[in-house]
């Protein structure tokens, strides 16, 4: 994709490190992938059965007990492997280039004992309810792997993260909020996302008008056409972190009062 034609001054948005614990927190799709040849790996693209990354960065991975993976990382002499984890930002609205942003984690992997493991399926499970945890000592290893560094991949740039500022950052206020929000605005109120060209260079005003993102800062249109995809971020007057904040500036930017209850639903 292609970012459209902006202003010298580009509006705000979260920082690299809120924007990539936002990613992580979604828990969109994952792969796995080797970074020593020496570990007698294939180099393919691994999909784990169930991934979770944790505040801290560290990433919890189940992978089925005879896995090549699992028993590459035994063999190794410090019975950690090096690998990393590629996180997608994928639109939870159907375009045609759906990946928004990706986030790449890059450690150490490594099997945990039958006591560290279940201690970690439960943690996980408090956070997260999935009936695959159970299977962990059941034909399914839990593998940790422990963050060296980070690197954020979206429309706003290509930023490297520490460990630590991605613990440090919070996810952006409307994460677990957003998919739905996009897909009713998609679906129930296409006339809404119309009166928002108005915003747009006039450029760009011809083309498809879809919503591509949400945050505390602004609202994010992709504009599909002929001519290729731009992406296009409508800045709120203010931060917003609650629905009626997050309403009164859509009713802003749209010049009505009519999302007051589309914000909500």
Not at 65 to 89: F, S
Not at 91 to 101: F, M
Request: net charge neutral; aromatic share 4%.
């Amino acid at each position: 994709m292609t970012e459209a034609p902006t202003s010298i001054r580009r509006p705000p948005a979260p920082n690299p490190a809120e924007r990539a614990k936002t990613i992580a927190t979604r828990g969109g799709p994952a792969s796995l992938l080797p970074t020593c040849e020496r570990a007698g790996l294939d180099g393919e693209r691994v999909t784990p059965v169930l991934h979770h990354v944790h505040h801290s960065g560290s990433v919890s991975v189940l992978l089925a007990d005879d896995h090549p993976m699992v028993g590459a990382a035994k063999r190794t002499q410090r019975g950690e492997l090096a690998v990393m984890v590629e996180l997608a930002d994928r639109a939870p609205v159907d375009l045609r280039e759906p990946i928004r942003g990706l986030l790449w984690i890059t450690g150490w992997l490594r099997p945990l004992s039958p006591v560290s493991a279940r201690a970690r399926a439960v943690a996980i499970a408090e956070t997260r309810l999935d009936e695959r945890l159970l299977d962990v000592g059941h034909g399914v290893t839990l593998l940790r792997l422990t963050p060296a560094s980070l690197v954020l991949a979206d429309a706003e740039g290509t930023h490297s993260l520490r460990p630590h500022m991605f613990s440090a950052a919070p996810p952006d206020p409307f994460h677990d909020y957003e998919a739905q929000w996009l897909r009713h605005l998609e679906s129930d109120h296409a006339d809404v996302v119309g009166r928002l060209a108005k915003h747009l260079p006039a450029e760009l005003r011809g083309g498809r008008i879809r919503p591509l993102g949400l945050d505390r800062f602004g609202l994010r249109l992709r504009v599909e056409s002929d001519a290729g995809d731009h992406d296009v971020r409508l800045a709120f007057s203010r931060s917003v972190d609650s629905p009626p904040q997050l309403a009164m500036e859509l009713r802003r930017l749209v010049g009505c009062p009519f999302l007051r209850g589309g914000a909500s639903g």
